[in-house]
């Protein structure tokens, strides 16, 4: 079989590996107090051209997603997403949990944008409503839509009119950077959030997501009791950064990046071989992801072979399927499918 | 000065009053626990033809929502309201709070319909998104609509097909029975709903909510235990029943039925009154809540002889405002208003 | 039946009552934004003196207590509590529904020393530990004792040194105010606490406690998004300062102080009579409870004539009663339980 | 520097590694539902003796513990634990930010007994209490105790008299059953608990807990939601299952109890070589801690050559230092110890 279902569907790249195999007998404090992770926060530092820049390191996106919007909130104040959101649709409730509305804004593509916003706002009143107090997106977004410099600085300007934390999802961010057609850098991107995190999970790790505070007195200040109280403090923390630290280094020349274009290139391929092929997508394809318009009974041929996500039906006879590549996934892979087609 | 503002700048009907002085010195247990509260229970299951249904007491809508929702739920399950009801708009996020979701569906009108509701539904798939699993409206409406026998049944019907808890505020269910075009009874009502409360604070009491779960088993089976740690446990709770039985004796000759027509009644004369006299009405009226579409001139020359609530803005030059009638609004009072208009 | 169950078996002070009534027909915003509760503030600030305070209206102690203590913590930080507190063993978990930690401080006769905060905060280490962030007492004690002005000025101390927010929970504080052996005023008490409230629904009103913010920075600086939120604010809520007014008119000569007096004097001549009957007091006896270990077979007798609470067990014959005396109870009730014995 | 401040200071056993390394090109599902985890969960169950048992995986304690409490609780009910219990004194509240209270008995050497659970109880009176519900304790306890088996049925039996919850916190579990004077199995344990988790972080794993539900019926149904909600369900699940199969793999004679066995016989020979040099233990040593009184200038004089944790002060000139053995340690690490003492 040939998974095409994601891109957390294997393990991490050799880099990364022998990584922590040459770490692995090396002794450390725990709980991120190591110096890995030291290092790999200046490395990120530098990076990104923020020397204040408070770093935290988590095993998933949804732990970090939850401890970092709930340490940004009064009880009171709410997050606005958009609709397609991943806090939204594919968390369980995990901002409830912490006592915190979503503002879930509709939105034409995925994206959102200052009207919507604005439309949020709204909301408050008084003392009898909830205050939109942060806004949240995924870059690229969870149909893998990327957010242009354009777009990115309309959302940063609007939040900081209106005193708003901004706080970016990076969970797939090496393919929005690496998207031949994005405009914008990182060292921009921290420049525009508040916040935002740098997904290893999703491109190159076994698990690890860099969260980048470059405003953390917008945040508790007491940042490492709220991971801990989330139940999101690694023992061994060290294992994150050294990871990561096998991903970043070098930036723009880093494994991190290659990894990001590489997932980027097969889906392309992806796209251009099924719109070849006949088929139409469903939305635009950018990133590592490839929606497909397919007839259910091609579907059910392809799977014999294939393991990919059915997404949502389309029409009667048809349905959405997802494909999406990841940083192991081969050219011979991506041809199989096109040769299926 | 007088008041359109809400149902609730006045104390309570004189014969409210009156009771809560003729039982003043009466020695009961607390929380309850008392005989007041037995009778009121009594009455109000003869009255919906529901001997077995659970009854509590609550000072506030807030507290009995807030209650009544998180004690139906699990803590991976959301509410379903229509994005204009109460537990979205004005309550501050207490249902999030508990740790709960609100699918804030929009609607045309502020009326949740069946097709609401399967939308809904569609955002879950599986472990990663939260369980749609109650409904939530409010009869009448945030806007004073009220929700036929038809379109009440629908909706009933449509939660039990899905197995959803069906929940009725009620905070002015008065005057939504006793409105003249109403076709549902409040018979039929309990028979639909699986929990709903009736509003005594907008309706002639200083404060009371009676909850009524017609389906208790669908909630936690230690209900009291919920309303005490949500601390919506009043000492002198019957204080509430006292109200509600000096409000609900008689039924369809109460005195509760009695203030609820002359609530409508008043604003149905104010609503005919606005529009002869030249202007248009924002949406069709019902029940005792009259919004009107007025330029903003003459809002601020009424606001010096009437307290009222500018509820949005209308266009540049005009705001909706509201005008509501309670128990004790006069003919004078209305007759004031029109003439100033 | 004679009830000594309890101080909130009637209803309220006729003079209470004649408050209500009188005020029943005057129009006034509602959620406290009214004239009275503006009064009621401004007397409180006049006999506490302090012109800064904050002053929030509560229907009763534990959404007072819950939201009072969630507004002043951050959500790792817990509460000091003697074990017998009132939001220890009374309120069904409400601190915890809101995420904190009580520290549950065993004491031998229900007040917490400094000593005992000394040891709760060896419970802080770093951020794998809860921050002890603010001390909970009650005035009097859950057994009725009150504390010394030495005793309050060592805890305030305390508190003060170790920056810990210090809240007074005072449901019977009139009792402690007027017992015949204190020394500390409430203007001392204003001085020495962050926060404290003063009860009305155990002395002479339907229920109303008044929340007095003496450090209003240390708790949210949008306290009323936290009391909606917590399905606290009364839509008529003036209700509650209409009742605090005419029972904290006057300051020491008020009717509240009358009452707390009337309380004690009761419950006196009630342990003076049982001991002098050659029962013991399982605790020393001061303000409106009296602790009485008694023989079961006593017990049962005297619960044909009297309702009261059996506390605990003694031992294998014995258990302990708690007569509470109120507002309104008369010589003859208490002379007539004195006969019985 | 020798480290001998915790097990989780390096990373996993040579086997652990490769067991990832082998599995690391194979495309799996994600968040645990991929062949590793079902036939690690096969593997528990034959080793335990259960085959229905629910097994589920976590990266950490901390999630487990909180998921699992937090899924066999009612909002109003808390969980009884030892006062040195891990979830009250080194887990930053996460049970409360659930919503629930601890009942944290004192003990005189760490371990719980029929008898605290039987006072814990005494808490509950009625809708103003909450309920003590489910118990947990360490296995080994935070001090390194292990619970005996008549020790441990008595907890059992305790807990199924009054309907509780029983659930074991095994992040140690294998120094507890291959320390020389256990005499309690894992099917022994799997039968008097209702659930316990088997924990790799601190014995030869990177990361990973195995969480066992002996009574699924006693915890939520849809389990899964549960994990994903606390933030706790990994994307590539199977690294935990991976590493834990190639741990638990032959039961007895596995790679886990072999690391178990060497954690303790290091630890015994740290103890011995301590009790010659002439220092006294803190508490009698079992299993890989060992707690030992010592003068606050040999302490910093170690402190130079090895890295350790001083646990707490003793007298004015001693303190307790805490001495950790973990799967990596050498006899040439120990011997430096004693050697230096």
Known sequence: MIYLISDYSLGAHPKVMQALMETNLEHTDGYGLDRFSDECTELIREWIGKPEADVHYFVGGTPCNTTTISAGLRPYEGVITPSAGHIYVHETGSIESTGHRQFAMPTKDGKLRPEDIETALLHHEDEHTVIPKMVYITQPTENGGVYTKAEMTALSECCRKHNLTFYIDGARLGTALTWPENDLTIQELADLADAFYIGGTKIGALFGEAL????????????????????????????IAVQLKALFAGGEDSLYFALSRHENEQAIRLANGIVEAGYELWVPHQTNQVFVIMDNAKIAELEKEFVFYTWCPYDENHSVIRLVTSWGTTEEEVDALLKAL
């Open 212 to 239: 980048v505070l470059t405003h953390p007195e917008k945040f508790d200040d007491r940042f490492r009791y709220m991971i801990k109280r989330q139940g999101a403090l690694l023992a061994k923390g060290r294992l």
